[in-house]
């Protein structure tokens, strides 16, 4: 946390506190299908992509999902979509896409 909050010091650092533990808890090195290819969804899908972030794993796969993915992209960088502005822009994407604005 040291390391980040030395090179990014306009992060707050709770915030790096939260991020940290969420992807010590989700990240793997590689990606893993066995967990997706053992359930089917049926519920439409949308992804909310932050500006710079590669495709996510479940883009470029169908088999888990009645229909492929929609995706919607952000203005807002990985991190950025964490704080004030970029939680409003993100509530107001998922407003949008569930036809509430």
């Known amino acids: ?3 980040v909050l030395d090179r990014l010091p306009g ?3 709770q ?6 533990r969420i ?8 990606y893993h299908f066995h967990e997706l290819s053992m359930r089917r969804l049926d519920a439409p899908v949308t992804i909310f992509k932050a500006a710079g972030d590669d495709c996510s794993f479940i ?3 169908s088999s888990y999902s009645a229909a492929s993915p929609t995706v919607i ?3 807002g960088d990985h991190y950025s979509v964490l704080k004030r502005h970029g939680v409003a822009e993100l509530v107001t994407a998922i407003r ?4 509430l604005n």
């Not at 915030?15 to 940290?20: A, N, S």
């Not at 992807?23 to 590689?30: R, S």
């Open 1 to 3: 946390m040291t390391f």
């Open 59 to 61: 883009e470029g796969t």
């Open 15 to 20: 915030l790096v506190r939260r991020i940290t």
């Open 73 to 75: 992209d952000l203005e």
């Open 11 to 13: 992060l707050d650092e």
């Open 23 to 30: 992807v010590g808890e989700t990240y793997e090195f590689e």
């Open 96 to 99: 949008t896409s569930l036809g």
